[in-house]
């Protein structure tokens, strides 16, 4: 064998010396690796996953925010896992650590104004949980924990905002709500699944369990969890799909796509959610007013509940509200709050968890009993099922003005929007969908746990982030306009 030697300092002498401590390094670390697989396998995956993360943001830093944002939809299946809660705290952490880089850099950090009053209101909210250890609240510090987590979670969407904020100028305000529809992609699969397969063969994850016997497995709810929380996803997305359809010139794609949301949000029987569509239809033709229109959106409202009336669950569903002070001038609220013991009916159970709530919050009537309580207010043990009440409780006078606050205050700035952009067409009819969805949500939150879906409104707040940045105007409208 021949051998050839360097002299001491030749360039290739160390690049020898170099290649032996790499071989070693790379032996000890595959060994490492391979012992710890051996016992977890799933560190593989993560491994490899971690690295094809790190590579997406090394070349594609914008894009690989946005891709963020979508993988959000899938991640309420591994609720048990605590990953959605990991998710949001490694974005927290994510965009924390952006921002001081930037500040660092000196570079621009992008801001606007209703995210400064976003992050008042939120800084805000802490207030309550300062005055728990103070012993302000009833609960004491058992609340201390679970009001934190609460907060946090609100905290997150501040940050997701904030993010967003970061990619103006970078990517098109269109390109990032057209990305958001790969969102749907997990949610839509995983409730096709739940039609077509009986609960026996599905994964446990993918089974709805709640409601009670008959509810049970009778009603989708997607990658979400709740068919009420799909619901409302859905009746967002349907928003996004109608803005698409409305600025496409061939939009039989969207046209379809469009249908199968309503097929969806018509399967997962959430009567909330049909009561927000009918509102969202209503809103979304006040600008252009028309006879035509009008009862073009009241027969699509009719045919959806005739839909949702057409199953057993259904006809159920909208039987019970005869059953209740809403229709029955019979029952009065006292009776609704005794039937709702013995007769399963779940808005006579709403009126007993909104009594007992109201009378909770005359013990505390300015500032509540803390944040994230209203579960511990009451015999049954329960979310408020209406966020007004729940505010109202949890923060007396003084959080329900902050909620309702921050409701109007996001109705005001898609209003000014949709007024400011009469020449940017994509623009106004974006904030035209927002606004009427807005308004939903708003009619939902009466009966519903909307302020709980944390998934939606990561979502959101990506687009009404991206509503305020500058669109394209259509020169050729602002020039006819100009000339007539």
């Known amino acids: 064998a021949m051998s050839v030697s360097y002299p001491a300092g030749h360039p290739l002498s160390r690049l020898s010396s170099a290649g032996v401590l790499i071989g070693l390094g790379g032996s000890l670390v595959g060994l490492f690796a391979g012992a710890l697989v051996n016992q977890m396998p799933i560190v593989l995956a993560a491994a490899f996953i971690a690295i094809l993360i790190v590579c997406c943001f090394l070349f594609q830093f914008e894009y690989s925010i946005l891709g963020l944002f979508i993988v959000r939809s899938s991640l309420d299946l591994f609720s048990a896992q605590q990953l959605p809660a990991a998710f949001a705290l490694g974005l927290d952490a994510f965009t924390i650590a952006y921002i001081c880089y930037l500040s660092i850099a000196r570079k621009q950090i992008q801001l ?84 077509l397969l009986p609960p026996s063969v599905l994964p446990d994850p993918l089974v709805f369990e709640g409601g009670g016997t008959f509810e049970a497995n009778s009603r989708i709810s997607g990658s979400l969890g709740h068919a009420n929380t799909f619901g409302t996803f859905l009746l967002f997305f349907m928003g996004l799909a109608y803005w698409q359809v409305k600025r496409q010139r061939q939009p039989l794609c969207w046209l379809c796509l469009l249908g199968a949301l309503v097929f969806f949000l018509v399967s997962t029987k959430a009567l909330g959610s049909l009561a927000m569509f009918a509102a969202f239809a209503v809103v979304m033709v006040i600008p252009r007013l028309s006879l035509p229109k009008l009862l073009g959106s009241l027969l699509l409202v009719a045919a959806i509940i005739a839909l949702f009336g057409s199953t057993e669950f259904g006809r159920e569903r ?13 029952i009065d609220w006292s009776r609704a709050v005794l039937m709702s013991w013995f007769d399963h009916n779940s808005f006579n159970w709403r009126i007993s968890q909104w009594t007992l709530l109201i009378d909770a919050w005359k013990q505390s009537p300015w500032l509540g009993h803390g944040i994230y309580t209203s579960s511990d207010l009451t015999i049954l043990y329960n979310y408020a099922h209406n966020d007004y009440v729940r505010a109202l409780a949890e923060g007396g006078v003084v959080g329900l003005f902050l909620f309702v606050m921050l409701l109007f205050a996001q109705l005001i700035r898609l209003i000014r929007i949709y007024v ?26 009466a009966t519903e746990n909307v302020w709980t879906h944390t998934t939606l409104f990561f979502y959101w707040w990506v687009v009404f982030a991206v509503l305020g940045w500058e669109w394209e105007t259509d020169t050729q409208a602002y020039s006819v306009s100009r000339l007539t």
Do not use: H
Request: charged letters at 5%; proline letters at 6%.
């Open 420 to 445: 400011a952009s009469a020449y940017q067409p994509s623009r106004q009819t974006l904030s035209a969908v927002m606004l009427s969805f807005l308004v939903a949500i708003m009619v939902g939150m």
């Open 318 to 330: 909208l039987g019970s509200i005869a059953a209740t002070p809403l229709l029955n001038p019979n």
């Open 112 to 195: 606007d104004l209703f995210w400064c009053f976003y992050l008042f209101w939120l800084l805000l909210q802490g207030l309550w949980i300062v005055l728990i250890p103070l012993g302000a609240f009833d609960l004491g510090l058992a609340s201390v924990s679970s009001g934190l987590r609460e907060w946090i979670r609100m905290g997150s969407w501040v940050l997701a905002y904030l993010l967003i904020l970061q990619l103006r100028g970078k990517i098109p305000p269109e390109t990032i709500v057209q990305s958001l529809f790969f969102a749907l992609i997990v949610p839509l699969t995983t409730a096709a699944m739940q039609l």
